[in-house]
């Protein structure tokens, strides 16, 4: 259930210039063009201004030159999507949940703080430590000597292995597996023989963990998630992986052994990234590419192949195996018009 605020209070939650009553209560956002009253909206593109026009919001977030095109009240900010997310947390805040469920199964030696949840058929293994307002969601199994911070919220149905360490107000949800093994083998005779991963995983404060999202320990060393990195579901990050402050990483991207990702970083969709590779601060990569080499240098980088036609695709598909052969034509070429420019 949202929470109900005066627009004047949500106003001086983001900072904004108020167009309109300060009295008007919100109590729930929804989209620009399906509004109703009590609810606030964004407005983020000029290309929907006419949406604008007709919207039943009682009021819209939106940029100064949008404002007089507001046919209701307004809150006028440099960043309406950052707005809007910073009212979203303020009227639809996470519950408020302490206590132990009778079902679930804690360790004698946890260190628990007072001011905890653990819901119906958690386990919480040997020596682990909960702080203050950490939230286990129900069957969750967090292993033995695992550290969670201060106000971090585990939904429910994670799994925590051994010796894992999660910093303060971390959110992991559903599904999503922090500490596994890393996929290590060594050949012997024509089999493998597996590689005890004997590391840990590390995340710092503030890391957001998508569902069914696996972080495996590290192989010797940690497997690093630092501050403020934010991971969409369905990410596979193997053993000694480094991730760097505020990072940002989408749905479906995997990242092989022992690669370090930088600062400030944006990977998209469905990105594949080999193994032992260093990725510099700032770093924007697009959806789908493969990344087979060391990137030394911030900037955008891409290497998808835009969608086509089916029928187009083939004729693509056959130019570029007969690349190799076109390349060296010309190559001949080149060097019969050289030798002929000489003579």
Same mark, same amino acid.
Not at 63 to 79: F, T
Not at 217 to 229: F, K, M, S, W, Y
Not at 306 to 333: C, E, G, V
């Given at each position: 259930m949202a929470a109900e605020e005066s627009l004047q209070d949500l106003a001086d939650l983001i900072g904004a210039e108020l167009k309109g009553s300060g009295d008007c209560l919100i109590s729930k956002i929804e989209p620009l063009d399906s509004a109703s009253k009590g609810a606030i909206t964004f407005l983020t593109s000029s290309k929907y201004q006419a949406e604008l026009a007709t919207t039943d919001a009682s009021a819209v977030i939106l940029k100064k030159e949008d404002a007089e095109s507001c046919p209701v009240s307004c809150l006028i900010v440099d960043n309406?999507?950052?707005?809007?997310?910073?009212?979203?947390?303020?009227?639809?805040?996470?519950?408020?949940?302490?206590?132990?469920?009778?079902?679930?199964?804690?360790a004698e030696s946890v260190v628990i703080h007072s001011i905890c949840y653990v819901g119906a058929n958690a386990v919480v293994g040997e020596n682990t430590e909960l702080?203050?307002?950490?939230?286990?969601?129900?069957?969750?199994?967090?292993?033995? #000597? @695992? =550290?969670? $911070?201060?106000?971090?919220? /585990?939904? +429910?149905?994670?799994? *925590?292995?051994?010796?894992? &360490? %999660? !910093?303060?107000?971390?959110?992991?949800?559903?599904?999503?597996?922090i500490g596994s093994d890393g996929f290590g083998l060594a050949p012997d005779g024509g089999k493998w023989l597996r590689i005890p991963q004997v590391g840990r995983a590390i995340l710092g404060n503030d890391v957001e963990v998508g569902a069914n999202t696996t972080i495996d320990r590290g192989a010797l060393e940690d497997t690093l998630i630092a501050d403020g990195v934010?991971?969409?579901?369905?990410?596979?990050?193997?053993? #000694? @992986? =480094?991730? $760097?402050?505020?990072?940002? /990483?989408? +749905?479906?991207?995997? *990242?092989?052994?022992?690669? &370090? %990702? !930088?600062?400030?970083?944006?990977?998209?969709?469905?990105?594949?990234?080999?193994?032992?590779?260093?990725i510099a601060d700032n770093v924007h990569i697009t959806g789908k590419s493969m990344v087979t080499k060391s990137i030394k240098e911030a900037g955008v980088y891409s290497s998808g192949i835009p969608l086509q036609t089916n029928r187009d695709w083939h004729k693509s598909a056959i130019r570029f195996r007969q690349l190799d052969k076109m390349a060296k034509r010309l190559k001949n070429l080149e060097k019969t018009a050289q030798d002929q420019t000489k003579d």
């Amino acid at each position: 259930m949202a929470a109900e605020e005066s627009l004047q209070d949500l106003a001086d939650l983001i900072g904004a210039e108020l167009k309109g009553s300060g009295d008007c209560l919100i109590s729930k956002i929804e989209p620009l063009d399906s509004a109703s009253k009590g609810a606030i909206t964004f407005l983020t593109s000029s290309k929907y201004q006419a949406e604008l026009a007709t919207t039943d919001a009682s009021a819209v977030i939106l940029k100064k030159e949008d404002a007089e095109s507001c046919p209701v009240s307004c809150l006028i900010v440099d960043n309406p999507y950052l707005g809007y997310a910073k009212i979203a947390q303020a009227l639809y805040p996470d519950n408020v949940l302490f206590g132990i469920a009778a079902s679930a199964v804690i360790a004698e030696s946890v260190v628990i703080h007072s001011i905890c949840y653990v819901g119906a058929n958690a386990v919480v293994g040997e020596n682990t430590e909960l702080g203050e307002g950490v939230v286990v969601g129900a069957g969750c199994v967090i292993g033995d #000597n @695992v =550290k969670i $911070g201060k106000g971090s919220r /585990i939904h +429910a149905n994670v799994t *925590i292995y051994d010796h894992s &360490v %999660i !910093g303060e107000n971390a959110l992991i949800l559903s599904g999503a597996v922090i500490g596994s093994d890393g996929f290590g083998l060594a050949p012997d005779g024509g089999k493998w023989l597996r590689i005890p991963q004997v590391g840990r995983a590390i995340l710092g404060n503030d890391v957001e963990v998508g569902a069914n999202t696996t972080i495996d320990r590290g192989a010797l060393e940690d497997t690093l998630i630092a501050d403020g990195v934010k991971l969409d579901n369905q990410i596979q990050i193997a053993h #000694n @992986v =480094k991730i $760097g402050e505020n990072t940002a /990483i989408a +749905a479906c991207t995997g *990242i092989a052994g022992s690669t &370090v %990702i !930088g600062k400030g970083c944006t990977i998209a969709g469905a990105v594949g990234i080999n193994g032992h590779l260093e990725i510099a601060d700032n770093v924007h990569i697009t959806g789908k590419s493969m990344v087979t080499k060391s990137i030394k240098e911030a900037g955008v980088y891409s290497s998808g192949i835009p969608l086509q036609t089916n029928r187009d695709w083939h004729k693509s598909a056959i130019r570029f195996r007969q690349l190799d052969k076109m390349a060296k034509r010309l190559k001949n070429l080149e060097k019969t018009a050289q030798d002929q420019t000489k003579d």
